[in-house]
Every structure is written in structure tokens, then in C-alpha cells.
């Protein structure tokens, strides 16, 4: 029962980060200043060093959480460089 949690578990992560790296690509390429950027951008930095603290702990590793950091850093500096007013 635990493993089917735990699969289904990371099933749902590699899902959320698939769907929203294509969100960010999209909007990216297309010069579009969307809030949805940001949204996504400050989630992976805030889901990101949670996972990481307790990998660090725990001596474990979480390579999808430590490659979601720079993404969401990078993001927000795309962001804030790129200031499109309405």
C-alpha cells in the first residue's frame, strides 16, 4: 500500500513539473508577461527547498527538486529583467 502511495506520489511531481515547464516554454518563447510565470516560478523555489533541506538531513537524493531550484531562480530573474508594461 505504501508503495502505490509513494508511486503515485511521484507520479504526480513528474506530472506538475512536465505541464508547468511547458507553460513556462510557451509563454517564454512567446513574449508574453503572464502572472501564471510568476505563480509557477516562486512555487518551484518555495516546493524546491523544502526537499532539498530534508534530502540534506537524510542523505538522500532529489534530483528533481534540486534541478527545479535554478529553474524557478532563473524564471524569476527572466521576470524581473523583462518588465512588460500593459
Same mark, same amino acid.
Given at each position: ?23 513556462? %516554454?510557451? #509563454? ?6 503572464? @502572472? *501564471?510565470?510568476?505563480? /509557477?516560478?516562486? !512555487?518551484?523555489? +518555495? ?8 534530502? %540534506?538531513? #537524510? ?6 527538486? @534540486? *534541478?527545479?531550484?535554478? /529553474?524557478?531562480? !532563473?524564471?524569476? +530573474? ?9
Amino acid at each position: 500500500m505504501i508503495v502505490f502511495i509513494l508511486d503515485t506520489l511521484l507520479w504526480t511531481v513528474s506530472h506538475f513539473l512536465f505541464s508547468s515547464s511547458i507553460l513556462l %516554454l510557451y #509563454y517564454a518563447f512567446n513574449k508574453k508577461d503572464n @502572472i *501564471l510565470i510568476k505563480i /509557477i516560478s516562486y !512555487l518551484y523555489i +518555495l516546493l524546491s527547498i523544502p526537499f532539498i533541506a530534508i534530502s %540534506l538531513l #537524510y542523505g538522500t537524493l532529489v534530483p528533481q527538486w @534540486i *534541478l527545479l531550484l535554478p /529553474i524557478g531562480i !532563473l524564471s524569476v +530573474l527572466g521576470i524581473k529583467k523583462r518588465i512588460i508594461p500593459f
